[in-house]
């Protein structure tokens, strides 16, 4: 048996009514989803626990099957992982964004323009990191790149639960002075954000964007803290090899923490402009070469959910279903193998909020020796919901999914 999961990051939504009051799930045209769906198990599954905040790093955990309440010790120390920092066990790890903020004298008087700066390149962003690593590095903090405008810092030593940090994608539009880091242990931290601003806003990385029409990487934003990962091998816990496929440093940490085999593929960016086909590739490669469990992650929805791009994120969703759902499931059939697929968000992303929810995601599981008529057509929230199936805790899922 072959195990394929399509997390379709950010996927879930409310009603917009731009769409008629469909959500872009409902109104994308995705056949390849429809049809699994409609031969499959359909139902909802609660990937973000009581307690817990609705990150892609928890939802995606407990998607994978580990429990966040067990497993999760914050986000940016599973990124670190990815980028190949190696960590000390009393180190703190933060995400470090590279966004765009306004230019008021005072930096508390600033709007978050955009949490990712323009989508800026990870050349143009490595340079930039390590010129503010150069300039504000130290045995206490080091500052590594990533992708795009995701990046970490390392505190040495640090404190563990420093206050209140704020995702930037949740503030965008907004002033920053009510989302500046708070706490004890946050001046250090709040001194960094502050002086990053005044190094880079001339910076002639940011200097030839402006003239380029795009938008400035002009601070940096802290987040995500979090120590040294703990996961488990996802072969001794499942007993099959696992590989993970994504764009960015989150899942690809995880994978690397969980002992998975970690594929890198040429023109994954995390956005609507990602290598769909170069994915649905290395996963067909993956099964080729023995692997029983992939995990293919797109983000791409969860991006145009956070800037609250309707068509784009409907778009991304048939996107989806053409280049990597219907090539991989072709492969799988052809392969003369029984094979199961999985497909579902992590959590939502709704377009009115521009920021992540909690609530229950739509799933679907297709198995191809056991067919079943769910009375299925459209698979979204609504329908998903109408089946009266309900996954809670969601980490159990993955055991449902496996050993069904």
Known sequence: MKYAVILCDGMADRPVPELGGKTPMSAAYKPNMEALAKKGEVGLVKTVGEGLKPGSDVANLSVIGYDPKLY????????????????KNDDVTLRCNLVTLSDEENY??????????????????????????????????????????????????????????????????????????KGEYIDELYELMKKSYDLLKDHPVNQKRVSEGKR???????????MKPRLDSFFKKFGIKGSMISAVDLLKGIGKCAEMSVCNVEGATGYIDTNFEGKAQAAIEEFKRGQDFVYVHIEAPDECGHRAEIENKKKSIELIDKYIIGPVVESLRGSGEDFSVMILPDHPTPIELKTHTSDPVPYLIYRSND???????????????????????????????LNY
Not at 127 to 138: A, F, M, P, Q, T
Not at 382 to 390: D, I, M, W
């Open 216 to 226: 400035p990487a002009n601070s940096i934003w802290l987040w995500g803290e979090g």
């Open 371 to 401: 067919e079943k008529d769910s009375g299925i057509e459209i698979f979204d929230e609504t329908n998903a919901a109408g089946t009266g199936v309900f996954k809670d805790p969601g980490y159990t899922l993955m055991n449902d999914f």
């Open 72 to 87: 999760y010790t914050g986000r940016s120390p599973l990124e670190a992982a990815s980028i190949g920092i190696d960590l």
């Open 108 to 181: 508390e008087d600033k709007t978050m323009v955009d949490y990712c700066a323009g989508d800026i390149s990870s050349a143009e962003a490595a340079e930039l990191i390590k010129y503010i690593d150069e300039k504000l590095g130290s045995d206490t903090f080091r500052f590594y790149n990533g992708v795009s405008y995701r990046h970490c810092l390392v505190w040495a030593k640090g404190e563990p639960n420093p206050g209140i940090l704020t995702p930037p994608h949740d503030i965008t539009g907004r002033k920053i002075k009510e989302y500046i880091p």
